[in-house]
């Protein structure tokens, strides 16, 4: 069965981090790209970071570029995302997914992340 379970989110103050993680199970985590998206309250679904299979081959929104920084554990079959000077924007339901072209094969349930003072 897979499965992906998202934790780690919370709320934080604007200037503060979290590092969200992701676990997964009941596939072969090492043979697919994983991502991060998140959804703001009355927005659509957007695309936050992406880790190659590999884990060395990375990607990030315009929004997040320097501040966000994805990484995985093949080892583990986890992905992370370290969130640092957050925003009151980056506030959202963060969700990952297993991608293996042409299109994401599993999702997560979602974790919320609030930055707020």
């Known amino acids: 069965q897979v499965q992906l379970v998202e934790s780690g989110g919370g709320l934080v103050q604007p200037g503060g981090s979290l590092r969200l993680s992701c676990a997964a199970s009941g596939f072969t985590f090492s043979d697919y790209g994983m991502r991060w998206y998140r959804q703001a309250p009355g927005k659509e679904r957007e695309e936050v970071a992406r880790?190659?299979?590999?884990?060395?081959?990375?990607d990030y929104a315009d929004s997040v570029k320097g501040r966000f920084t994805i990484s995985r554990d093949n080892a583990k079959n986890t992905v992370y995302l370290q969130m640092s000077n957050l925003k009151p924007e980056d506030t959202g339901v963060y969700y990952c997914?297993?991608?293996?072209?042409?299109?994401?094969?599993?999702w997560g349930q979602g974790t919320q992340v609030t930055v707020s003072s």
């Open positions: 997914s297993a991608y293996r072209f042409p299109r994401n094969r599993a």
């Open positions: 880790v190659g299979s590999d884990g060395v081959t990375t």
